[in-house]
């Protein structure tokens, strides 16, 4: 009679690179960022997209 093989989920063995710096993500990393069938570190992320600034002189109206 055969032993049954432990069953692993399969996301485990599935790598997955960061889109901008092409560095792996660790399968058991909780930091990760998915955005449009992309993977990316948060700090990566965070480049595509800085914090917009105001022109000078503009005034926030309500």
């Given at each position: 009679?055969?032993?049954?093989?432990?069953?692993?989920?399969?996301?485990?063995?599935?790598?997955?690179?960061?889109?901008?710096?092409?560095?792996?993500?660790?399968?058991?990393?909780?930091?990760?960022?998915a955005v449009g069938?992309?993977?990316?570190?948060?700090?990566?992320?965070?480049?595509?997209?800085?914090?917009?600034?105001?022109?000078?002189?503009?005034?926030?109206?309500?």
């Amino acid at each position: 009679m055969k032993a049954e093989k432990a069953r692993i989920p399969i996301t485990d063995f599935i790598k997955v690179w960061c889109e901008l710096c092409r560095i792996r993500i660790d399968a058991h990393e909780q930091r990760r960022t998915a955005v449009g069938g992309k993977t990316y570190h948060p700090d990566c992320y965070s480049k595509l997209f800085p914090a917009v600034r105001q022109a000078d002189g503009a005034t926030n109206r309500v």
